[in-house]
């Protein structure tokens, strides 16, 4: 156990140094709680988005249902989007780097330990920021899009609370693409080189860069629907020579490297669960790698695929027909180096592997109507119906949320030491797999039959074919909802069994599997030197020249232990307060923005730099700036 | 031996699986051409649906073709390479193949290559000026939450039906406005999925879209851009007439409205005229108001308040009779905000406001009687 030595300075506020304990987890700055703790909220985020969709579909079940007042499904709507996107999905991928990344790359915790803290609770603050709008007025109901001028002709403050939240959950991720980037390029094991490192984390760093680049204009666009909204300026107004395709073309220019930041995390998991369960390695790893690389170069230059009904110009048109087109082709060419990954392999069906090869197939789907989007003049007869919402639910929940849910299982001994039920686990795939293809199939059918999107009531005048399809999309949604609870009572059955999972149960290839389960605090006794791609699995076996296979006997490594105590004396950073005390500064400012409160703000902006001269004053650990080294465990 | 029977057993299953998908594509397609789906994208009735609408059919035919192919292979690998119980030795370590990746390259780039031209193509065709002189002008309108159409060559305003010539080509120029202004306005998207495909109506904007209905008949659409509270109570009509019945229209749109004789019909003019002026225009009398639909022929119309309340009571086989429907009309009148989801006052104010305070029952039923005259 460590102690504050006798010699540190007197302060106002202690330094926090338990590691166990509810209060430690708001302190930590450990990668691997601070992953935990997202993985967390984004389920329970889930179970509310999820509870969302669910009213929208009872609403949809039928005709000119009058279940939900068209307000009340307008508030529903849009924060389903929000929610899922921002508050699930972000967050479940920021778990699995998390908690994964430093471990991938066999290192201790990532480059700002106390910075990923900051990143966790804003995202926090950012969630329960826009939540709080349904006590105070109203939730944000101009949809997830937020397009102008229609932001700003609601009235209330709906959409201020969307401006201000969406502002505060970009900073959470914006501030995490750093954080991550500069772990990956500089804290790799000895040997690790770019070629060396595993898949999952490839995907991560592109996924950084999207942050990196698009978070930026979202932030701009913000600020100035910000200003429109409550300030009454004409960024998007058409009085004074604003424009509201500005919106449109700034929102996009966020949103579709959005969603690829939404989906290649799953990829990167998927990547990472084929191989191990086909006992072969990624098939095509620099082309998946650079497959990834090239959807994040092109995905800057298809935005205007989401304006096709605008009224552009044909020749701007045209050339985002034609890139869009072409984003195809990177992402079909992951899809035949996973299936061909399992081709000549042994498959065992976990129920991580089930959830992966399931992103296959239902990726292939979404991006298959996702290509028929690109040809333009029947876009406009696509864009705005549930064929549309069809396309992205099958990337997005048959894509990202598959993937995740695989990483999940997957992952699941090594964050918990714990196993998760394959047998519950069989049964969540196959009715979270039949829910999802009755929600989300007819809508395909439903939109092209003329069924708009983002309408509060079905109308009769649609005729009974459009009825009935609504109507198994509803069936299939409460199907995801039991499938939902299947999930977790495994959760739940996992936490209370005693059964303890082994360092490496799946005979996997990547360094996380080279700790215990869970891992230690400063993760591994000795860094590993690596050697090769997939280096805990060339630590088991070593490959021949014809490509086959043999165990070898353990114990032999590379490893440089330079103290040759295993660990005993390793230096990690100690908990902090101050990154959840600077994060309470954002509420604060975003509630006196909205209530246009001077003081408020200036309190805010004080209580923001408060926490940010203690954090800098503060070492990254005690002692961390006199010659005996502090202890820790 | 159980292996390689089950593995039969499978491959059956596996073609029959395949069948069935295909079998699933082409209802898909025939089901775009059923009559009880009105509003269907896939029943073209005009040539600015139907071009698209045959670019896609290749285009969904590729796609399912590629479905079947990868969704195959997915298939066949999980069944033909499941770990058996005397895989004890690890498969062969495979990390790539060089030529399979530079074809599953080139393939889909090529194919996407061709599929590019009719697209640019198309994209240029659909948009161009319709070269018929026979060629149309209709300015419409969109607004919170109703559709207005001006015909500028006639003289003539209308609102929530679009009425056309059958056989020409009419461009719609359109822009949203609210009580004439852009400033209050919201994007909406004008779509009558027979006719053409959808384009978004823009404040301080001038888009434009080409359609055409090659039939004589009534089609329905809706508004496709969010446009806040009741954006699903706006819909669309585009109603095609021959020429002589389209003649006969263009004449009866451009003549004022009749004024009552006396009785309930002319008790509703003088309480239309104190109450209703200030928004709604009726030629021929002194309403000359922006903020809500024309309504000096509102009964040559079919449907109100956004095209989502029948103007006339309907039979049994749902077509419309020659009876207004009364009552709903008077209800409207009284309080409209109570049948359609509407923000009359208040900040950002938008709607049509209640008037149960300023007019009785009887009021409301006497005005009805008169709108019922507009023919």
């Known amino acids: 156990m460590s102690s504050a030595t006798a010699t540190a300075p007197k302060r106002m506020l202690a330094r926090p140094m338990a590691e166990t304990g509810w209060k430690s987890w708001l302190t930590t700055v450990d990668h691997k709680k601070i992953g935990i703790m997202y993985g967390a909220l984004a389920l329970f985020f889930f179970l509310v988005g999820g509870l969302e969709a669910v009213l929208v579909r009872l609403q949809l079940a039928q005709a000119e249902s009058t279940l939900l007042s068209e307000e009340a499904y307008n508030q529903l709507f849009t924060m389903h989007g929000i929610t899922m996107v921002f508050m699930v999905v972000m967050p479940m991928a ?127 666009a913000l600020f100035e629907l910000t200003f429109d909204v409550n300030f009454s300026t004409n960024f998007f107004q058409t009085a004074s020579g604003g424009d509201p395709v500005l919106w449109q073309h700034l929102f996009w220019l966020f949103g579709h490297p959005e969603v690829y930041i939404l989906i290649l995390p799953a990829m990167g998991i998927v990547s990472e669960v084929l191989p191990v369960f086909s006992r072969k390695p990624l098939f095509g790893y620099a082309a998946v790698a650079f497959a990834g690389a090239a959807i994040a170069f092109m995905g800057f230059g298809v935005w205007v695929h989401h304006m096709f009904a605008v009224g552009l110009s044909p020749v701007a048109e045209s050339a985002f027909a034609l890139s869009t087109m072409f984003i195809a082709v990177p992402t079909g060419i992951k899809i035949f180096n996973w299936i061909f990954t399992m081709w000549g392999g042994q498959l065992t069906f976990t129920a991580a592997m ?113 009825e009935m399809y609504n109507l198994i999309s509803t069936v299939g949604a409460l199907i995801i909802v039991v499938s939902t609870m299947i999930f977790l009572v495994n959760i739940f059955q996992s936490w209370r069994s005693d059964e303890k ?32 791609r997939d280096e805990f699995w060339h630590r088991k076996y070593a490959e021949t020249e014809a490509g086959a296979a043999v165990p070898i006997p353990a114990g032999a490594s590379d490893d440089h232990d330079p103290d040759g105590d295993h660990g005993e004396h390793i230096h990690m950073p100690h908990p902090s307060y101050w990154p959840l005390f600077m994060t309470v500064a954002f509420p604060i400012l975003g509630y ?42 | 031996m159980l292996g390689t029977i089950r593995e039969r057993i499978r491959r059956r299953d596996r073609g029959t699986r395949l069948q069935s998908i295909a079998l699933l594509a082409v209802m898909a397609m025939v089901l775009g051409a059923c009559s009880n789906a009105p509003q ?48 004890d030795a690890l498969p062969v370590q495979t990390h790539g193949n060089t030529k399979l990746e530079v074809f599953w390259t080139a393939v889909p780039a090529l194919v996407l290559a061709v599929l590019a031209v009719p697209t640019v193509q198309m994209i240029f065709d659909l948009r161009a000026e319709p070269d018929s002189p026979d060629t149309m002008t209709v300015e419409v309108i969109g607004h919170r939450w109703w559709f207005e159409y001006r015909y500028p060559d006639l003289g003539i305003v209308t609102a929530n039906e679009l009425v056309i010539p059958v056989g020409r080509p009419v461009r719609l120029e359109m822009t949203s406005l609210e009580a004439g202004q852009a400033s209050n306005a919201v994007i909406h998207s004008f779509w009558i999925p027979a006719l053409a495909g959808k384009r978004d109506v823009v404040p301080g904007r001038i888009n434009t879209l080409n359609l055409q209905a ?49 009785g309930a019909e002319a008790a509703g003019a003088a309480l239309f005229a104190n109450t209703c002026v200030a928004c ?96």
């Open chain 1, 94 to 220: 920021a778990a699995f780097f998390n908690f994964f990344i430093p471990l991938q790359i066999g290192a201790r915790d990532v480059a700002f330990p106390r910075l990923n803290a900051f990143s966790l609770w804003t995202f926090l603050f950012a969630g329960l920021f826009l939540y709080s709008s349904f006590f105070l007025g109203g939730a944000p109901n101009g949809g997830w899009f937020g397009y102008a001028p229609l932001s700003t002709a609601i009235p209330g403050n709906n959409m201020a609370f969307y401006a201000v939240g969406l502002q505060i959950a970009g900073l959470s991720s914006l501030v995490a693409s750093v954080n991550f980037l500069t772990t990956i390029f500089n804290m790799r094991a000895p040997g690790m080189t770019m070629m060396r490192m595993p898949m999952f984390i490839w995907m991560a760093i592109v996924v950084q860069f999207l942050l990196l680049f698009s978070l930026p204009i979202i932030a701009v």
């Open chain 1, 354 to 466: 089930k959830f992966a090869i399931g992103f296959v197939a239902m990726f292939t789907i979404g991006g298959l109507s996702g290509v028929s989007h690109a040809v333009v003049p029947h876009n406009a007869q696509q864009t705005d119906t549930y064929y549309i919402v069809a396309h992205f639910h099958y990337v997005l929940f048959g894509g990202a949320m598959f993937g995740i849910v695989s990483g999940m299982y997957y992952w699941w001994p090594k964050m918990f030491g714990k196993m998760l039920s394959e047998k519950l686990g069989s049964w969540h795939f196959w009715t979270w797999f039949l829910g999802f293809n009755l929600a989300f199939a007819p809508m395909h059918l439903s939109g092209l039959l003329g069924q708009p999107r983002r309408t509060a009531v079905l109308p009769e005048e649609l005729g009974p074919t459009v």
């Open chain 1, 501 to 532: 999972a082994p360092a490496d149960p799946w005979d996997a290839r990547t360094l996380e599997w080279l700790t215990t389960s869970p891992p230690k605090a400063h993760n591994f006794d000795v860094i590993p030197t690596v050697t090769a």
């Open chain 1, 592 to 633: 006196s923005v909205i209530y246009r409160s001077l003081i408020g703000g200036v309190i805010g902006a004080l209580w923001m730099l408060v926490g940010m001269f203690g954090w800098v004053i503060e070492p990254l650990a005690e002692g961390d700036d006199e010659s005996a080294a502090a202890a820790a465990h």
């Open chain 2, 40 to 87: 269907s994208a896939m029943d073209p009735q005009g040539p600015y649906a139907q071009d698209p609408h045959d670019l896609i059919k290749v285009v969904f035919g590729l796609a399912a073709f590629i479905f079947v192919l990868v969704q195959g292979l997915i298939v066949y690998t999980v069944v033909k390479f499941r770990r058996k119980p005397e895989d």
């Open chain 2, 214 to 262: 090659d039939h004589a008949g009534r089609y329905l659409g809706q508004c496709a851009e969010f446009c806040g509270l009741s954006h699903a109570n706006m819909r669309a009509r585009a109603v095609a007439l021959d020429p002589a019945d389209w003649d006969l229209w263009v004449a009866g749109q451009q003549q004022p409205a009749a004024t009552p004789a006396g």
């Open chain 2, 280 to 375: 709604h225009t009726i030629d021929g009398t002194n309403a000359a108001g922006i903020v809500g639909p024309d309504l000096t022929h509102l009964m040559s119309r079919r449907e109100f308040a956004g095209a989502i309340f029948d103007l006339y009571l309907r039979d049994e086989a749902g077509n419309f009779t020659n009876q207004p429907n009364l009552a709903l009309l008077a209800d409207w009148v009284r309080c409209a905000p109570d049948l359609k989801a509407m923000r009359p006052t208040g900040e950002n104010a938008v709607g049509m406001l209640c008037f149960e305070d300023v007019l009785s029952e009887a009021d409301a039923a006497n005005i009805a009687a008169y709108l019922a005259t507009l023919r």
